[in-house]
């Protein structure tokens, strides 16, 4: 009787543990009242989660996401740069240049991207614009390109300005649009790399902070990000199974944990479908006063991530005129598909001309 009640307690204790345990992973990752958060898509910018995603934040290092893409966009990487002292003993995180190093545009983008070096970033705006002011300028133009209008970007590092800031689905959109660069791609997914460092005779050995390249399975990226008034940021990337997703977390103290769920919950929820190929001619314009007709079509398949329940809830409209003018010219946009799921516009794309 006295051994049955000692394994009663032991079990008792062991329920009591895995309750404790449970208890404490689950408020972990669960999520914060002032945080922001998004799940996107990375192709069709679909929304698969989200949570203040247009409330304004700082974004701490994240912001290196646009510094990187415009570096990209507007420089040679091949570039060889000489540091300045205008590069160097800036406030924050650093792969400490010294004055006299001779790096490449690349080099310090790595430096930028694994380590978050904010002399890199500061030498990387003076290179392409010749001042951090103009550099911003520059960055504030690519993100109203990329769609982000909700943004305000004035320096290339992220360190605290009250004029300074985003949102998490701007932020989702500047990353996705980032990802499609093959160069930015290939930097955000390093996990190390060795650099050099010129005025010594040995190498800089860069470990990427993101941990979620090490820890959660697909990850492809993207960047880190804190300060005090900013709070834990962090903009994760994941493939698995054909799909990618952008993950954003802004003021986030468990960004990894939070990260992780987010996205298991998503690829979990969530699964590839082809809708309309892009070979397909999808419909016909009648030209004025003839009986021609002019086919139309679509430049890219559309692959959406839907819900198993959503296939039957789908309504595609054509949206395009029916007559046009004699001296329509191939490859016009002429109108656009759009996809609706519950009535909820979900995607748009664009229908051209086959003259």
Known sequence: ?????????????????????????????????????????????????????????????????????????????????????????????????????????????????????????????????GSVEKFADLMNETARKIGAFNSNFVNPHGLHDDNHYTTAYDLALISCYAMKN??????????SIKIPFTTRNYDRHLLNKNKMLKEFDGSTGIKTGYTKRAGRCLVSSCLRNGMELICVVLNCPPMFERSKLLLTNAFSDYKQYKLIESDNIIGFCKIENTSEKIPLCIKSD???PLRKNELSQLKVVYDYPKIVSSNIEKDTEIGKVKIYCENNLIFEEKIYTIV
């Open 1 to 129: 009787m006295k051994k049955l009640t000692n394994k009663f307690f032991i079990c008792f204790l062991l329920v009591v543990a895995i309750f404790f345990c449970s208890y404490k992973t689950t408020d972990i990752v669960k999520a914060e009242n002032n945080s922001s958060e998004i799940v996107m898509e990375l192709n069709s910018h679909r929304i698969l989660y989200a949570n203040n995603e247009n409330e304004k934040k700082y974004m701490a290092s994240t912001t290196k996401i646009l510094t990187a893409i415009t570096i990209i966009e507007n420089c040679n990487l091949q570039d060889i740069v000489t540091i300045t002292n205008n590069c160097v003993g800036i406030e924050g995180s650093s792969i400490y240049l010294e004055v006299g190093e001779k790096l490449s545009v690349e080099h310090l983008l790595y430096g930028l991207m694994l380590r978050s070096g904010n002399d890199c970033a500061q030498t990387l705006a003076l290179h392409c614009c």
């Open 182 to 191: 093959d160069n930015f791609r290939k930097i955000v997914s390093t996990k």
């Open 302 to 304: 559309i692959i959406l």
